[in-house]
């Protein structure tokens, strides 16, 4: 069964960057398409970027040109980078591997931007 570990969430001022991973278990990791969502309090869980397994990147509107999203297949890592953050950016970040009828989450790390 695989596993995803974030890491790599805290406390920032607003303007300041983070660099989100997510470290998944298991063999096969290059297939596929691996995201980020986020869920800050009271509101829903939304998407923040995707990586497909060809590399290619989606963006919500509110993170596009701020956070850049990659994957290391050899280390079966994903990442986010976070730039400019904003206090609205606070939120619970989650890692997830795309798998139809078969999500897998992983536990979340907590981002915090103080303005």
């Known amino acids: 069964q695989v596993q995803l570990v974030e890491s790599g969430g805290g406390l920032v001022q607003a303007g300041g960057s983070l660099r989100l991973s997510c470290a998944a278990s298991?063999?096969?990791?290059?297939?596929?398409?691996m995201g980020w969502y986020r869920q800050a309090p009271g509101k829903q869980r939304e998407l923040v970027a995707t990586?497909?397994?060809?590399?290619?990147?989606t963006y919500a509107d509110a993170v596009k040109g701020r956070f850049t999203i990659s994957r290391d297949n050899a280390k079966n890592t994903i990442y986010l980078q976070m730039n400019s953050l904003k206090p609205e950016d606070t939120a619970v970040y989650y890692c997830?591997?795309?798998?139809?009828?078969?999500?897998?989450w992983g536990q979340g790390t907590q981002v915090t931007v103080s303005s």
């Open positions: 997830i591997r795309v798998q139809e009828g078969s999500n897998t």
């Open positions: 298991g063999r096969i990791f290059s297939i596929y398409v």
């Open positions: 990586i497909a397994n060809t590399g290619i990147p």
